[in-house]
């Protein structure tokens, strides 16, 4: 069988192998959704295809919806033409489940796809048509944190920006631009009302992505290409909103297992593929049970029942606590622990590192016993519960394939949330630093692993990071297995408010970091030795 709209009239043959189908008309759903859109996605990766795209099914499968989603991707075209052309906007839904079962079901809320590429006329044309449309409700975002930069990490505006800055609104490339180029040819139509709704993996992600459109729009007023009143039109929230969110939901890359049976059922064309973008994709999504979406319930021009999915529709404050709940104590902090630490033990799966007992101790003595004393308690989910869940269902899921070395990316962006807010509160209240073992721990495997040697004496590749070369310039010197090599080379970095949100020399913890990250260079076998001394 192959998964096209064409072959979902064969209901019987996808019901003889356990495939959920979608309980409405899918083209008459496409066909009305191109006529009045009411959502744009942008980003249209495996966090959108199996999860954000799955609650608006739900809605129509229910009958509380007739109009899906126009997916549209900015960075990677080769996700539109080889994953979403070829299937007719179709996704596989693979959910993990904890007993090492697993559930299907094809999601086919998306109406289109479409190229967000400033080359292809055609593809823009359209887009400029959703955008002018009235009915549009909602423009939602998964583009990951880098998505929203503008400038580099040395505050200079990146080139691409720079250029779509001075170039105007018919040349934009970069993300940040496309949309607020879009959102110029809304206020042209008429000024219609909408919500822009960051859904990424990020702080105040509204915040994030508001500053960035407003900074392109107010440059394009400088060069002639934009008047004050399209400024205006930005900034009043009566007219344009920009929700924050906090979203949860692991959707790791395609695992072979899944693909596999999917294979044996004759389910054919199921093989990832790798874009020219380095993305590695397939037809299907697989993902974990457990998610959590939570949004700012401001949108100036209607929304989807989104509630009725599961979504919890709130107030600011709410949205903040909840994602400072997730980001800071709950979950995030474990991930990053165990994601560097893995691939110092040379682990390529994170449910395999929850069968190691030191590891073990590792996250739960950083988010029971480091973590909720000071965590931020959002009330709408009870933290407790939520590290319940995540220690004892969603990290050791044997049918997760998620991969330390994933987790290990960018973690100089992540450390200082992770780690730096949680010590942040414990000065804040006055608390004992020296309380503290798990997450300076976490902080020197960190630093460790940036060395590029495993535990076990041999090289280890580190993941991608944008700070990844200069740190290691600071680390020059220091040498595996020769502790007098170091010469208080980590003290530049741990007074570096930047990275940790705090400078951890002068609050009295850089002293903790350094004994162990001395440690654990010793030698063969001393990260794991180290794990066990302070961790008993």
């Known amino acids: 069988m192959k998964m096209n709209r064409a072959a979902l009239n064969d209901r019987e043959a996808w019901a003889r192998v356990n495939v959920k189908l979608p309980a409405y008309d899918v083209q008459t759903m496409a066909e009305e959704t191109k006529k009045h859109p009411i959502w744009v996605h942008f980003g249209a990766g495996n966090i959108?295809?199996?999860?954000?795209?799955?609650?608006?099914?739900?809605?129509?499968?229910?009958?509380?919806?007739?109009?899906?989603?126009?997916?549209?991707?900015?960075?990677d075209y080769e996700i539109i033409s080889k994953i979403?052309?070829?299937?007719?906007?179709?996704?596989?839904?693979?959910?993990?489940?904890?007993?090492?079962?697993?559930?299907?079901?094809?999601?086919?809320?998306?109406?289109?796809?479409?190229?967000?590429?400033?080359?292809?006329?055609?593809?823009?044309?359209?887009?400029?048509?959703?955008?002018?449309?009235?009915?549009?409700?909602?423009?939602?975002?998964?583009?990951?944190?880098?998505?929203?930069?503008?400038r580099s990490m040395t505050g200079d505006l990146l080139p691409i920006v720079a250029a779509d800055m001075a170039q105007g609104p018919d040349a934009a490339r970069h993300a940040m631009s496309i949309v607020a180029a879009l959102m110029l040819r809304r206020f042209a139509a008429g000024a219609y009302p909408v919500a822009?709704?960051?859904?990424?993996?990020?702080?105040?992600?509204?915040?994030?992505?508001?500053?960035?459109?407003?900074?392109?729009?107010?440059?394009?007023?400088?060069?002639?290409?934009?008047?004050?009143?399209f400024i205006a039109y930005l900034q009043d929230e009566s007219r344009v909103a920009f929700p924050w969110s906090m979203i949860d939901k692991i959707t790791p890359r395609p695992a072979k297992v899944v693909e596999d049976a999917l294979l044996s059922d004759d389910i054919e064309d199921m093989a990832p593929i790798v874009t020219s973008r380095g993305t590695y994709?397939?037809?299907?999504?697989?993902?974990?049970?457990?998610?959590?979406?939570?949004?700012?319930?401001?949108?100036?021009?209607?929304r989807p029942a989104l509630e009725k999915a599961g979504v919890y529709l709130t107030d600011r404050d709410t949205v903040n606590c909840t994602e400072r709940m997730k980001v800071t104590t709950c979950l995030n902090p474990l991930h990053t622990a165990l994601a560097v630490y893995g691939c110092l033990l040379r682990y390529t799966l994170i449910s395999a590192q929850m069968k190691d007992?030191?590891?073990?101790?590792?996250?739960?003595?950083?988010?029971?016993?480091?973590?909720?004393?000071?965590?931020?308690?959002?009330?709408?989910?009870?933290?407790?519960?939520?590290?319940?869940?995540?220690?004892?269902?969603?990290?050791?899921?044997?049918?997760?394939?998620?991969?330390?070395?994933?987790i290990a990316t960018d973690t100089s962006q992540k450390v200082g949330i992770r780690f730096g807010e949680t010590i942040k509160s414990y000065v804040a209240q006055g608390r004992d630093l020296n309380e503290l073992v798990a997450i300076p721990l976490a902080i020197a495997g960190w630093l460790r692993y940036l060395l590029g040697v495993g535990d076990d004496g041999a090289p280890i590749e580190i993941s991608s990071d944008p700070m990844k070369e200069a740190l290691q310039e600071k680390l020059a010197g220091i040498e595996f297995g020769k502790t007098d090599t170091y010469q208080g080379q980590l003290r530049e970095i741990l007074s570096n408010e930047a990275v940790f949100g705090s400078d951890l020399v002068k609050i009295g913890l850089a002293d903790r970091i350094e004994q162990m990250f001395v440690e654990e260079i010793a030698g063969v076998g001393a990260v794991r030795a180290t794990l066990k001394k302070y961790l008993g």
């Open 84 to 150: 979403y052309d070829p299937f007719d906007c179709l996704t596989m839904n693979v959910t993990l489940n904890p007993d090492a079962t697993t559930s299907r079901e094809i999601i086919a809320s998306v109406a289109e796809g479409l190229r967000a590429d400033a080359g292809d006329a055609g593809q823009m044309a359209r887009l400029k048509e959703i955008f002018e449309s009235p009915s549009l409700q909602m423009v939602s975002f998964t583009i990951t944190e880098k998505g929203y930069a503008l």
């Open 196 to 229: 822009l709704v960051s859904m990424d993996n990020c702080s105040h992600n509204g915040e994030k992505l508001k500053a960035s459109v407003l900074e392109i729009a107010k440059a394009w007023k400088a060069n002639g290409f934009a008047d004050e009143a």
């Open 281 to 302: 994709i397939a037809p299907f999504v697989n993902a974990e049970r457990p998610q959590y979406l939570v949004i700012e319930d401001r949108f100036p021009n209607g």
């Open 357 to 406: 007992a030191d590891l073990v101790r590792l996250v739960t003595r950083l988010g029971y016993d480091e973590g909720l004393p000071v965590v931020v308690d959002p009330k709408i989910l009870s933290p407790r519960a939520f590290i319940d869940e995540v220690v004892g269902e969603r990290l050791p899921n044997v049918f997760m394939p998620d991969d330390p070395r994933r």
């Open 48 to 75: 959108f295809r199996g999860f954000v795209a799955a609650l608006q099914q739900k809605l129509l499968n229910e009958g509380l919806e007739t109009r899906g989603i126009i997916a549209a991707d900015t960075f």
